[in-house]
T-cell receptor, first 114, second 110 residues
Framework: GAGVSQSPSNKVTEKGKDVELRCDPI?????LYWYRQSLGQGLEFLIY????????KSGLPSDRFSAERTGGSVSTLTIQRTQQEDSAVYLC????????????FGQGTRLTVV | GQQLNQSPQSMFIQEGEDVSMNCTSS?????WLWYKQDPGEGPVLLIA?????ELTSNGRLTAQFGITRKDSFLNISASIPSDVGIYFC??????????FGQGTELSVKP
C-alpha cells in the first residue's frame, strides 16, 4: 500500500509477556518515528530513526522498551515484561529525509496488557 | 526538553461558529504542522508551515507561523459537525525530532 502500515492493529497480552509491534513506512522515507498515546492523551515521543544515523532514543520510558529499524525500512518496537501501564495506542510515522516535510502516520497498534 | 504548549485543551462550540487554537514554544521551530485525529485513527496532516510569518489556508482552515518562530495558530471558520476531533500542533526541532502539543479536543453542537 501507499501509506504507513502498522501491525497488529490490536494486541492483548498478559502482564509480564514480551510484545513486538511492527511498522512498515512509506517506501523511500528515511525518517521514522514511534509515539505512544494513552487514552485521552497527546502523543508521547518514543524514538526517532533518520537514515543511518544513531537513533534518538530520548523518549523511551524504560529499558524494557527498545526499537530497531532493519535495512532502513521496517521498524519493530519491542516491549519486554509488559506492565498494565504500557496499555496505549502505539503510533508510527514516516517522512522523506529532508527536514521540514510532512510526517505521515499509520493507524496505530492498540496494546492492552491484562 | 522542548515542549509545545497548546491551548485551549478543549472547546465546545455551536455549529457555524469560528474556532481558534494556538501553540507556543520556549524555543524556535523551523516548521509547524497542524494535525487532526479522529477516534481510532492516526493523526492526519491538515496544514504545514515553513516560513516565519507565513499564513496558509486549506478550505475553512487557516494557520499562521509566528514571526518569532515560537508560536502558531489554527483557525477553523464556520465549523461543521465533522470538524469534531482532536487537533494537534507539531514542530521539528533542529535534529529532526517531531514534537507534539497536548492537543485541543473540539466538540461541535449541531
Amino acid at each position: 500500500g501507499a501509506g504507513v502500515s502498522q501491525s497488529p492493529s490490536n494486541k492483548v497480552t498478559e502482564k509480564g509477556k514480551d510484545v513486538e509491534l511492527r511498522c512498515d513506512p512509506i517506501s523511500g522515507h528515511t525518517a521514522l518515528y514511534w509515539y505512544r498515546q494513552s487514552l485521552g492523551q497527546g502523543l508521547e515521543f518514543l524514538i526517532y530513526f533518520q537514515g543511518n544515523s544513531a537513533p534518538d532514543k530520548s523518549g523511551l520510558p524504560s529499558d524494557r522498551f527498545s526499537a530497531e529499524r532493519t535495512g532502513g525500512s521496517v521498524s519493530t518496537l519491542t516491549i519486554q515484561r509488559t506492565q498494565q501501564e504500557d496499555s496505549a495506542v502505539y503510533l508510527c510515522a514516516s517522512r522523506p529525509g529532508v527536514l521540514g516535510t510532512e510526517a505521515f502516520f499509520g493507524q496505530g497498534t492498540r496494546l492492552t496488557v491484562v | 526538553g522542548q515542549q509545545l504548549n497548546q491551548s485551549p485543551q478543549s472547546m465546545f462550540i455551536q455549529e457555524g461558529e469560528d474556532v481558534s487554537m494556538n501553540c507556543t514554544s520556549s524555543s524556535i521551530f523551523n516548521t509547524w504542522l497542524w494535525y487532526k485525529q479522529d477516534p481510532g485513527e492516526g493523526p492526519v496532516l491538515l496544514i504545514a508551515l515553513y516560513k516565519a510569518g507565513e499564513l496558509t489556508s486549506n478550505g475553512r482552515l487557516t494557520a499562521q507561523f509566528g514571526i518569532t518562530r515560537k508560536d502558531s495558530f489554527l483557525n477553523i471558520s464556520a465549523s461543521i459537525p465533522s470538524d469534531v476531533g482532536i487537533y494537534f500542533c507539531a514542530g521539528y526541532n533542529q535534529g529532526g525530532k517531531l514534537i507534539f502539543g497536548q492537543g485541543t479536543e473540539l466538540s461541535v453542537k449541531p
